[in-house]
């Protein structure tokens, strides 16, 4: 069958900011497995400037991620990424994973939609978290004077930024996993989302 061109259903902005975002988290993650702490009065090895310069990358494509959210004109509303300041839309959440959860205890993968609350909450709560991570990553980048070992706002804010590691890991291998499911049981295109395309299309098999 030949291939046709079929709109993405999120904006260039947000695809670039989620590129960007994956790619900086990602090199983060792998560097801090590897890097040494920088010395007083040293340069620090190479993975750890590495990781220096792509938690910069990161709070600048996460603060992109929440400007293409604000201004965008297709894509999931704010209303459903972050449902936890009104009754009607944690209804909707909670209804939303009782299904799931039905779906799953017949041993079927739920249908994949991104407009879903639950799909939209856990999002939500994904850019929180980068936030939080590259957030703290860039403040202590701001305010260390050379010392990982220093107490007061250092220490605090290495401390939250150290403890949200796991959970990013937990984040990134959930959601890559669900939706390379659901790529393979063609609930969704992951070119979408990866897509550099300016003028909003991507590889589809024609109908």
């Known amino acids: 069958m030949p291939t046709a061109l079929a709109p993405t259903k999120h904006s260039f902005a947000t695809r670039l900011a989620h ?85 799953l205890t017949r041993f079927r993968i739920p249908v994949y939609d991104a407009q879903s609350p639950l799909a939209s909450a856990v999002h939500g709560l994904g850019l929180l978290l980068m936030t939080a991570m590259a957030g703290t990553g860039t403040v202590y980048y701001a305010i260390n004077a050379g010392n990982p070992d220093a107490g007061g706002l250092v220490g605090l804010v290495m401390f939250v930024h150290t403890s949200l590691a796991n959970l990013v890991w937990a984040y990134l291998i959930g959601h890559g996993t669900l939706a390379l499911i659901h790529h393979f049981t063609q609930n969704l295109d992951l070119r979408e989302m990866w897509s550099l395309s300016r003028d909003g299309t991507t590889g589809g098999s024609a109908n």
């Open 19 to 103: 590129i960007g975002l994956a790619l900086a988290v990602l090199t983060q993650l792998g560097t801090s497995q590897v890097m040494e702490p920088v010395e007083p009065g040293s340069a620090g090895n190479a993975f750890f400037t590495l990781h220096e310069y792509a938690g910069l990358a990161a709070f600048a494509f996460v603060l992109g991620f929440w400007m293409a959210a604000t201004f965008r004109r297709r894509g999931t509303a704010w209303g459903l990424l972050l449902p936890w300041f009104s009754g009607a839309r944690l209804a909707a959440l909670w209804a939303d994973s009782k299904a799931h959860l039905g779906s």
